[in-house]
């Protein structure tokens, strides 16, 4: 079974940072990879897709890439309402599996 | 806009059968571009994929849950349902129904979600 180690496991930055959060699968998923954001009461929003593809309607701010075993999901310039939980989900065995996910705090 | 609704239960008794319906609206659940999933998340930690459904009927499970999951569509009605057996305290959790862009597997739209507690 594939594993999924996101990291880190909570982050706290300041308005204006960039955020950066990886997902590391454990066998080569290619580009099997989508990331989520959760904010609290709330269901998961689609932010990307297939490792790098911006959801419609997403700001441009956030971003993704990787391939192969390693991922990595960018806030370019961190926003108040990006406070959130984001999760990546990989889907390489067409059995989707969510990381742990990393809480965004702002500092 | 696609919007999707979660109904059932809010409380099961352990060793019941947790049953929970969603039903979609602003678009056809018969679309062949789409499955139709079902995603938990126990309370303060991570998600979970159940399972997925399309239109015709064909499932997918997640290997941990399968012995106990069933998930059912009626395309007259725009629903699809999870039907959990055998419930105990960890199965207490939100219970989301989402839209299943399977080319990517990606969950594009998502229900409000709904809390089911197992407590007797």
């Known amino acids: 079974d594939i594993q999924m180690t996101q990291s880190p496991s909570s982050l706290s930055a300041s308005v204006g940072d960039r955020v950066t959060i990886t997902c590391q699968a454990s066998?080569?998923?290619?580009?099997?990879l989508n990331w989520y954001q959760q904010k609290p009461g709330k269901a998961p929003k689609l932010l990307i897709y297939?490792?790098?593809n911006l959801e419609t309607g997403v700001p441009s701010r956030f971003s993704g890439s990787g391939s192969g075993t390693d991922f990595t999901f960018t806030i370019s310039s961190l926003q108040p309402e990006d406070i959130a939980t984001y999760y990546c989900?990989?889907?390489?065995?067409?059995?989707?599996?969510f990381g742990q996910g990393t809480k965004l705090e702002i500092k | 806009q696609l919007q999707l609704q979660e109904s059932g239960p809010g409380l099961v008794k352990p060793s019941e059968t947790l049953s929970l319906t969603c039903t979609v609206s602003?678009?056809?659940?018969?679309?062949?571009?789409?499955?139709w999933g079902w995603i938990r998340q126990p309370p303060g930690k991570g998600l979970e994929w159940i399972g997925s459904?399309?239109?015709?009927?064909?499932?997918y499970y997640n290997p941990s849950l399968k012995s106990r999951v069933t998930i059912s569509v009626d395309t007259s009605k725009n629903q699809f349902s999870l039907k959990l057996s055998s419930v105990t305290a960890a199965d207490t959790a939100v219970y989301y129904c989402?839209?299943?862009?399977?080319?990517?597997?990606?969950?594009?739209?998502w229900g409000q979600g709904t809390l089911v507690t197992v407590s007797s």
């Open positions: 989402a839209r299943v862009v399977w080319t990517f597997m990606s969950f594009d739209y």
């Open positions: 602003g678009g056809s659940i018969s679309s062949s571009s789409y499955y």
């Open positions: 459904i399309y239109y015709s009927g064909s499932t």
């Open positions: 066998q080569d998923i290619s580009n099997y």
């Open positions: 297939d490792a790098s």
């Open positions: 989900q990989q889907y390489d065995n067409l059995l989707p599996l």
